[in-house]
């Protein structure tokens, strides 16, 4: 059974950059057919897209995100991240990795896939 585990720094300042790391068990970063996924939720706000990497290496970030945020891996670890830069109080939110399928990733709700259980991003004002 795939499992996925987010860490991550929890409280951050203003202008900081912030990586975020998802470790993934049961399973292969490298096996084809899924995107391995960031999502964030702002609080009280739906679940928000961040972008993905494949099994290829190949990343693909939002163009909302994509000036300030960037995801790699680490296939020795069996690991992917995500590094927020510049992070401001609007980026306050419970982020989340996941392994989708295209239709899940395009259905975007935390029953369908494989989903870990977030890791709090909190930047002080």
């Known amino acids: 059974q795939v499992q996925l585990q987010e860490s991550g720094p929890g409280l951050v300042s203003p202008s900081q950059t912030v990586s975020l790391t998802c470790t993934v068990s049961?399973?292969?970063?490298?096996?084809?057919?899924?995107?391995y996924a960031w999502i964030r939720q702002p609080p009280g706000k739906g679940l928000e897209r961040i972008g993905y990497i494949l099994f290829s290496g190949i990343t693909d970030v939002t163009a909302a995100h994509g000036n300030r945020m960037s995801i790699s891996r680490d296939t020795s670890k069996n690991q992917f991240s995500l590094q927020l830069r510049s992070v401001t109080p609007e980026d306050t939110a419970m982020y989340y990795c996941?392994?989708?399928?295209?239709?899940?990733?395009?259905?975007?709700?935390?029953?369908?896939?494989?989903w870990g259980q977030g890791t709090q991003v909190t930047v002080s004002s």
């Open positions: 996941a392994r989708l399928s295209n239709v899940q990733w395009s259905i975007m709700r935390r029953g369908v896939g494989d």
């Open positions: 049961g399973g292969s970063i490298t096996t084809t057919g899924f995107y």
